[in-house]
């Protein structure tokens, strides 16, 4: 145990200050998103811009394109939580720009059902690179690595569409890295995955309880109509 603490010390003390700001930032946006405060979008894009950076300095040119992926969405992300629906009706909702940016659309679910579609159509994906990755690479970890990409930028949109069920997808997510980087003695970064997958799920707590509130609020609503 102590030397793995002495590993971590050490990996902390070896980062620059560029990849501590993304760490920082990385840190920032997964709370700030848990608590639908929409500057987590800003924080989001400062950490992929540094990450997109530093991939590209030591070639790792995937990683690095999914950054600017995710700069994308953060941008993306900004603009739909922007916006304000005044019905909880899927098919009825209004939805108009606010002039308050600290407002954001409500918090939405999916039928179980599509999820499993979803999932079904997503492994099949991952199942396809993974073996493209496995054979004609030198990837370590291929398949896993492969569906924790893939499900990373769709979980990632979700985040954007303010999806309940993201941060389930997430907490799945960050606990695949957590072994990779485990595997890989990567240990601040394993460190960090750890943290990601605890801050995931309290994330879903607190967009259930949102949820929750605005279905209430509906509810009432329709009643006093």
């Known amino acids: 145990m102590s030397e793995l603490f002495n590993s971590i010390a050490n990996e902390v003390?070896?980062?620059?200050?560029?990849?501590?700001?993304?760490?920082?930032a990385s840190l920032a946006y997964v709370i700030l998103a848990g608590k639908s405060n929409i500057w987590c979008w800003p924080a989001a894009m400062l950490a992929s811009g540094i990450y997109c950076y530093i991939f590209l300095d030591v070639n790792l040119f995937m990683d690095s394109a999914l950054?600017?992926?995710?700069?994308?969405?953060?941008?993306?992300?900004?603009?739909?939580?922007?916006?304000?629906?005044?019905?909880?009706?899927?098919?009825?909702?209004t939805v108009?720009?606010?002039e308050h940016p600290d407002d954001v659309a409500p918090v939405q679910s999916w039928p179980l059902q599509l999820h499993f579609k979803l999932i079904a159509v997503l492994s099949l994906v991952s199942l396809v690179l993974g073996y493209v990755m496995e054979n004609y690479t030198q990837a370590d970890?291929?398949?896993l690595d492969t569906?924790?990409?893939?499900?990373?930028?769709?979980?990632?949109?979700?985040?954007?569409?303010?999806?309940?069920?993201?941060?389930?997808?997430?907490?799945?997510?960050?606990?695949?890295?957590?072994?990779?980087?485990?595997?890989?003695?990567?240990?601040?970064?394993?460190?960090?995955?750890?943290g990601y997958t605890v801050l995931a799920a309290w994330a879903y707590w607190q967009w259930r309880t949102l949820y929750q509130q605005?279905?209430?609020a509906g509810y009432l609503a329709q009643q006093a109509g």
């Open 141 to 143: 970890f291929a398949y």
């Open 214 to 216: 605005q279905q209430q």
């Open 67 to 93: 950054q600017v992926y995710y700069i994308a969405m953060a941008v993306y992300g900004w603009l739909q939580w922007r916006q304000i629906a005044f019905s909880l009706d899927d098919e009825e909702a």
């Open 13 to 24: 003390l070896a980062m620059n200050w560029l990849e501590l700001i993304a760490v920082i």
């Open 147 to 194: 569906f924790t990409t893939v499900f990373s930028v769709y979980a990632t949109y979700l985040i954007a569409i303010r999806l309940l069920e993201t941060w389930l997808y997430w907490v799945v997510i960050d606990i695949a890295g957590l072994y990779i980087y485990s595997e890989k003695s990567l240990n601040l970064t394993m460190l960090l995955f750890a």
């Open 96 to 98: 108009i720009e606010d």
